[in-house]
């Protein structure tokens, strides 16, 4: 007799962002390569860069965060994730520690921190040529935060997945882990910060 | 090895296993060479035990030790991998990341840093739950062919140790109490000290973090390709169990 199939599992919604990235951790979900395919039989994507969808069409199952909080329109989009969202991915170390962005959060010990940061960056640096002389300050800009927050640090995060970039591999376990209820931690072999 | 030490061989346990150990011996001695891996950031194979990491901790007879510096006793029953230890240690590593600036993607020890491995080792992924310090501390690189990024010191002691038992010179040393004890160079910069790129203190295997640079081999291995890359720490010390 053969084994009964499998009863089909109810496709699951995904949504994901970049922050303070690189896109980087993007590109690393486009490394599961041609298990790309099977994924997407799993799930239907909703909000995402993948997507070009700006806002939540429905809540999402999953959804993904790559970077962390550097300006207020990183933490209003995070608020929005958690918000729409039954699980929340940090992936990558920038949504995990904050990232390279976070190099900031260490120089900045003087008392107009973000000043100095922002005068280093457009006025005073050495190598600047910036002919008007002024930190950029549109209106539509969003303003910088005091420091680069990890994503922790601003909602529940559920899991992370760490990397610099995360590999495709451990992003494909995790997500079809996830998907299927089976997910017990990470591989240690797989686990890596860089 | 003498036959005297051999007659004073005797055995306690670790983790329920039977290991053999000599008379003077500590607890993380004699695991090494059974084969049971205790983690440690601290100690370092050919330098004296310090015992200030405290990520090799046990309990031994119901008590916390730390392996490193703790001699093993006839029939003791030690414990090391459960799951309340391993949860302390990585808290412990943790705390280390977060009272420094440890960030992995930038530094070129990456790969080869054992705070890191021990991570790895210790599952150190889920969200944090401390503060991150983000201590302002300097860069030295004054030394024509070393420099230290004190950010990445995580104060083992290893350098100091190193320098002064097995150089001779006492290049490095601690400074301060308490939280804001630290590794200093004997001198105003590491450039008027004696120390040279070959000193056994500056080779690679004794700092264990990314703070003590060797300039121009930073890359010469690859990312990916790297000692923590190839097996968890500890593997090596495993592969002699029988």
Do not use: W
């Not at chain 2, 790895?120 to 983000?134: C, G, I, N, Q, V």
């Not at chain 2, 008027?192 to 690679?204: L, Q």
Request: hydrophobic share 35%; net charge negative; glycine share 8%.
């Amino acid at each position: 007799m053969t084994e009964p199939a499998p009863p089909e599992l109810p496709r699951a919604r995904i949504a994901t962002a970049s922050l303070a990235g690189c896109f980087g951790c993007h590109m690393a979900i486009l490394d599961i390569d041609e298990r790309l395919i099977e994924l997407m039989n799993l799930v239907d994507v909703d909000r995402s860069p993948l997507t070009d969808k700006k806002r939540f069409t429905q809540r999402c199952d999953i959804g993904i965060i790559e970077g962390g909080c550097c300006n207020e329109e990183n933490v209003h989009v995070l608020h929005d994730f958690r918000r729409n969202c039954d699980v929340l991915i940090a992936l990558g170390q920038c949504a995990i520690m904050g990232g390279l962005p976070a190099m900031r959060n260490a120089i900045m010990h003087s008392d107009a921190p973000l000043r100095e940061c922002l005068v280093e960056a457009y006025i005073s640096g050495p190598y600047i040529r910036n002919t008007t002389h002024n930190i950029p300050n549109d209106p539509a800009l969003p303003l910088l935060l005091d420091e680069v927050y990890p994503c922790s640090q601003v909602v529940e995060i559920d899991y992370q997945i760490p990397g610099c970039a995360p590999s495709g591999d451990i992003i494909f376990d995790t997500l079809g882990a996830l998907l299927s209820g089976r997910f017990r931690g990470f591989e240690r072999d797989m686990i890596r910060f860089d | 090895m003498t036959d005297n030490r051999r007659d004073s061989s005797f055995t306690f346990t670790i983790d329920g296993v039977e290991i053999k150990a000599y008379a003077g011996q500590t607890i993380m001695e004699a695991a090494d060479a059974a084969g049971v891996y205790i983690p440690r950031l601290c100690d370092h194979q050919g330098l004296r035990h310090q015992g200030s990491c405290r990520v090799c901790t046990v309990k031994a007879g119901g008590r916390s030790v730390s392996a490193c510096t703790q001699p093993a006793a006839p029939g003791q029953g030690v414990e090391n991998e459960t799951p309340h230890l391993t949860k302390m240690r990585r808290d412990l590593v943790e705390m280390l990341f977060h009272e420094g600036n440890h960030l992995c993607p930038i530094c070129e020890a990456s790969g080869n840093c054992e705070l890191q491995a021990m991570a790895y080792r210790l599952d150190m992924t889920d969200a944090t739950k401390f503060p991150y310090l983000e201590p302002c501390r300097p860069l030295d690189a004054s030394h024509p062919d070393i420099a230290l990024d004190t950010n990445r010191c995580i104060s083992c002691g290893r350098c100091i140790r190193a320098s002064q038992d097995v150089d001779g010179k006492g290049v490095f040393g601690y400074v301060g109490r308490g939280i804001h004890r630290r590794v200093a160079v004997n001198g105003d910069k590491l450039a008027d000290t004696n120390a040279e790129v070959t000193d056994h203190a500056i080779s690679r295997e004794v700092c264990p973090v990314g703070c003590i640079i060797r300039k121009r081999v930073g890359f010469v291995t690859p990312i990916g390709e790297r000692e923590f890359d190839k097996g968890l720490i500890g593997h090596e010390i495993e592969e002699r169990r029988t």
